[in-house]
């Protein structure tokens, strides 16, 4: 099956400073990535869905310009958490569809844990 | 809006039968997922279905009922490994993005 990373795995950082997390599909081309949180025994909230070559679209209630997403590539999308704070510790989780698969099943990445001090 | 609801917490005895139920509320729906996401770790893929009935795939099994907007997933001579978190997800209105449910947390005991 399909292969997406996810760098850091983990990170810890201090409130007010920016963190990036890349996503990667290894072995197929993405045009569309998303961007999950989960809060813990929380289900997974979509945050944004990542186009390649344009902007994100960002779901109700995500602030856009704190949560910015880059799709630079077919394999590469990033999630910049800016001026974090101790809220935003959370789980972050990465999928990308293989479209040629025509099953729309969702690679997930391994998750990034973020947490702010 | 979808609604989707599973139970927060089931247990179960290694070597059993257990089934995790699911029931959602939505319109335009194209089809329901199974995930299973261990603590600490990104979801992984059981099932995918679109028509009602049952589809088997090994020790685990998930069924759909569109009439009733219910599913099953049903996981058979459990293992200690399979204690996890189980997710249902739908797929609706034209989207293949599903919206996910908040999970049921299996323990399987000796």
């Known amino acids: 099956g399909a292969v997406v990373s996810q760098h850091p795995s983990w990170v810890i950082c201090k409130s007010g400073t920016s963190v990036k997390i890349e996503c990667r599909s290894l072995d197929f081309q993405a045009t569309t990535m998303f961007w999950y949180r989960q809060f813990p025994k929380q289900s997974l909230m979509l945050m944004a869905t990542s186009n390649e070559g344009s902007k994100a679209t960002y779901e109700q209630g995500v602030e856009k310009d704190k949560f910015l997403i880059n799709h630079a590539s077919l394999t590469l999308s990033t999630l910049t958490v800016t001026s974090a704070h101790p809220e935003d510790s959370s789980f972050y989780i990465c999928s990308a569809i293989d479209t040629g698969e025509g099953t729309y099943e969702q690679y997930f990445g391994p998750g990034t844990r973020l947490t702010v001090t | 809006g979808q609604n989707i609801d599973q139970p927060t917490e089931m247990t179960a005895t290694e070597g059993a039968i257990v089934q995790i139920n699911c029931t959602y509320q939505t319109s335009g729906f194209n089809g329901l997922f199974w995930y299973q996401q261990h603590a600490g770790e990104a979801p992984t893929f059981l099932s995918y279905?679109?028509?009602?009935g049952l589809e088997e795939k090994g020790r685990f099994s998930s069924f759909l009922s569109r009439s009733k907007g219910y599913s099953y997933l049903l996981l058979k001579e459990l293992q200690m490994k399979d204690s996890a978190s189980y997710l249902c997800?739908?797929?609706?209105?034209?989207?293949?993005?599903?919206?996910f449910g908040r999970g049921t947390s299996l323990i399987v005991h000796p």
């Open positions: 997800a739908v797929s609706s209105g034209g989207s293949y993005i599903p919206t």
């Open positions: 279905n679109v028509l009602d």
